[in-house]
């Protein structure tokens, strides 16, 4: 029966991997931490008309942010799009 060794170099390898992942994890939470920051600033400096003219309120900012940031649109937009498509359709063969 063969006997099993467990190497330090894998070990060490797949500890300095997942450090490394660990890492980017890190680097890309901190990068959009300062993204949303960043435009949470922007729109708040925007006056009421030109947060109007974009279709925003002062109330919408914080959603507007984490919309953006977690790189997901709101989910009753996505059903949304999906039914004005559907009606575009249907409406072409009428």
Known sequence: M???????????FRAAVR???????????FYWA??????RRALDELH???LRDVGLTRGD?????D??????GHIT????DHLCAA???EMRFV
């Open 2 to 12: 063969p006997e099993t060794a467990v190497h330090p170099v894998t070990f060490v």
């Open 19 to 29: 450090f490394a992942r660990f890492a980017a994890r890190l680097v890309s939470a």
């Open 34 to 39: 300062m993204m949303a920051r960043a435009t």
């Open 48 to 50: 009421d008309d030109a």
């Open 61 to 65: 900012i914080l959603f507007v942010v």
């Open 67 to 72: 919309a953006l940031v977690s790189g997901q």
């Open 77 to 80: 937009r996505n059903e949304l």
């Open 87 to 89: 009606g575009r359709r």
